[in-house]
């Protein structure tokens, strides 16, 4: 397959950026999107030319390091999966395919396609943790927690803290992201206790690092790898409000 | 916001309902209006609903702000295909045009009516106001597309004022999301009712004529 790609390329933070053109040819429909983007760069780098910065690790879609706003989607056209997991059979022979970084004041593009998303790292600093002594490691099953309970905490800590919610938000809301840190503790025993602290203190950070307000448009949950839920944001406002109502 | 914009919603309920008796009978509607202007808890309420309004209006302005600040360097594409719904994202124009329409609307009726009431003067005949308001083809189809806005706006202002305030979760969430809509709809469909019953009524089935007879019978 054959494909015209136009990316966003920035030297560094301060630099201004700009869109280059690039033509790739002779990629297979099953390459994936991150195997055709090193392709390219091999191209680049044989031709001595500085190849394009993008971000990934894993690569099988847990880590959520990848990244990359593709044609106007948060981890291309594909539902339920990172960039890393999109293959080139999604697309169209000769497509123009337009690539650009997560766009967000908190998350600063570093070089091209790289940004920086320390602002997760911070909120997870303000509270989302377990602080409470919860002593010794238990034998299995000795906390009841109900089956309902579990499978919504698990379903919340699947989150990998990738920021396609954040960049596919209008408002460049963190919400989805926080929401689902904190369902997964308020859902469990240990997590309870400090859950409307918890709460508070995350979205107090979020507000400070120049994260959006949340308007309930959905868009978060729609292109989420992880398929997390706004129902989780609903459990979030309703800790912060308790949280807000007893100061 | 979410508070402010719940209070509006019951507001809306109850102001559409007295809209309503103008469809039974003149003497219906002008007796409605009578206990709007008498009552006190209405008297009380008149204040809290100003500031309801003016609360709901500065939240929407202060976060629509500074969600513009949260993305500097905006998309060059963007797939409009992403599943949120369009009124989500327009709240604020959709509020704007709701906003141009009260003033319209306080030009036009409250003027006429409650402040004549405040100046101490004899107010506008509120059923004449109707006929002689709802006869103008222009101002209907304003009304009418006032009443679109609104739609859109409470389509999803219902649901999201309950996400807001944490009373929802997965199970809730779709029957929030179809409540919203019926609620919208029921709301929207009874405001379009009276222009289009007095302007079909006034043009094509003499009930201007009717009207008049009354209203100078009651007055
Ligand atoms: C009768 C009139 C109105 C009603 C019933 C109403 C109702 C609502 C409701 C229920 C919400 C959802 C709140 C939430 O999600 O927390 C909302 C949001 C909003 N309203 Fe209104 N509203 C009215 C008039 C206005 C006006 C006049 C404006 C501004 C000029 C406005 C601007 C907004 C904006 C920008 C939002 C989105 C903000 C957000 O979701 O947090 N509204 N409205
Ligand atoms: S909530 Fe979803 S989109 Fe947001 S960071 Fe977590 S996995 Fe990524
Ligand atoms: S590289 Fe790890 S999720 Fe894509």
New interface residues.
């Given amino acids: 397959m054959k494909f015209k790609l ?1 990316i966003w390329r920035q030297k560094n933070a301060k630099a201004k ?1 700009y ?1 280059e053109d690039f033509d790739v040819d002779n990629i297979s429909p099953d390459t994936s999107f991150l195997e055709m983007l090193d392709i390219l760069n091999n191209n680049l780098i044989s031709a001595g030319k500085e190849p394009v910065a993008f971000d990934h690790d894993c690569r099988e879609g847990i880590c959520g390091m990848c990244s990359l ?1 593709i ?3 948060a981890h291309g ?1 594909d539902e339920d999966i990172t960039t890393c997991q999109l293959h080139m059979r999604k697309f169209k022979d000769g497509d123009l395919i ?1 690539v ?1 970084p997560w ?4 998350f600063p593009v570093v070089k091209d396609l790289v940004v920086n998303r320390n602002a997760f790292d911070q909120i997870l600093q303000a509270g989302g943790f377990v602080s409470v002594n919860t002593g010794g490691v238990p034998d299995g099953n000795t906390i009841p927690i109900s089956k309902l309970d579990a499978d919504e905490a698990m379903d919340a800590s699947a989150c990998i803290g990738c920021g396609a919610c954040v960049a ?1 938000c ?4 963190a919400m989805l992201f926080v929401a689902a840190r904190v369902s997964a503790l308020a859902k469990l025993p240990q997590g309870k206790v400090e859950a409307q602290q918890r709460a508070k203190a995350m979205v107090a950070k979020m507000d400070e690092l ?10 978060c949950q ?2 989420c790898p992880k398929g997390i ?3 989780h ?9 308790c949280a807000k109502l007893k100061d | 916001m979410s508070l402010s914009g719940l209070f509006l919603m019951i507001f809306l309920v109850v102001h559409v309902s007295l809209n309503l008796t103008a469809l039974f009978s003149s003497k219906a509607y002008l007796a409605a209006c009578e206990f709007m202007d008498t009552n006190l808890l209405v008297q009380v309420m008149v204040p809290v609903l100003a500031l309801g309004f003016i609360v709901h209006i500065i939240c929407s302005i202060i ?1 629509t702000l ?2 513009q ?12 295909a ?4 369009w009124a ?2 327009n ?1 604020f124009v959709l509020g704007v045009i709701v906003l141009g329409f009260l003033g319209l609307h306080f030009f036009h009726f409250w003027a006429k009516m409650q402040l004549q009431h405040i100046l101490g003067q004899e107010g506008a005949n509120a059923y004449n106001l109707l006929i002689e308001l709802f006869s103008k083809w222009y101002y209907c189809v304003l009304y009418i597309v006032w009443v679109i806005a609104l739609y859109f706006h409470i389509s ?1 202002g219902f ?2 004022a ?9 199970k809730w ?1 779709p029957r929030l999301q179809i409540i919203a809509k019926i609620y919208a709809i029921v709301v929207t469909l009874a405001f379009i009712s009276i222009p289009i019953y007095f302007f079909f009524g006034i043009h094509f089935f003499g009930l201007q004529k009717l009207i008049i007879y009354h209203v100078q019978l009651g007055s």
């Fill in positions: 136009k950026g869109f706003y044609n106007g989607r056209p337009t650009e766009r967000s004041a908190a596919t209008k408002n460049g809301s120049g994260f959006g307000s949340c308007t309930n448009t959905q868009a729609a292109e839920s706004i129902a944001i609903a459990r979030l406002n309703r800790e912060f409000l | 976060v500074r969600n600040t949260a993305r500097p360097v905006k998309y060059l594409v963007v797939n409009k992403a599943a949120s719904s989500s994202k709240m999803h649901w999201s309950f996400q807001s305030i944490g009373i929802n979760n997965s969430l």
